[in-house]
Nanobody, 115 residues
Framework: QVQLVESGGGLVQPGGSLRLSCAAS????????MGWYRQAPGKERELVAA???????IYADSMKGRFTISRDNAKNTVYLQMNSLKPEDTAVYYC?????????WGRGTQVTVSS
């Protein structure tokens, strides 16, 4: 089992920044990739960014250049630095962990971009 706890969401003005954190616990060694997804009201959940155990990263096209994913292996934590936020970035952001077995999700953290 893997447990994921997100933090760092909140209300920010357009153009602002937020950093999300996802702390993993449990069977950490089984995790191959961790990532962030988001789901806006009335829309499907979509990939934001992901990072493999080897450090390779992938980003959704609309996030490239604005969002940066990173990980601190010593803390078993993945971060998502979000800059130049737009109202359309408003969503619940979910942490995700891929293993050779189950996929795990956090409960999500709300990000609202509004003036």
């Amino acid at each position: 089992q893997v447990q994921l706890v997100e933090s760092g969401g909140g209300l920010v003005q357009p153009g602002g920044s937020l950093r999300l954190s996802c702390a993993a616990s449990g069977k950490i060694v089984s995790i191959d990739r961790m990532g962030w997804y988001r789901q806006a009201p009335g829309k499907e959940r979509e990939l934001v960014a992901a990072i493999t155990s080897g450090g390779s990263t992938i980003y959704a096209d609309s996030m490239k250049g604005r969002f940066t994913i990173s990980r601190d292996n010593a803390k078993n934590t993945v971060y998502l630095q979000m800059n130049s936020l737009k109202p359309e970035d408003t969503a619940v952001y979910y942490c995700n962990a891929l293993t050779i077995g189950p996929m795990y999700w956090g409960r999500g953290t709300q990000v609202t971009v509004s003036s």
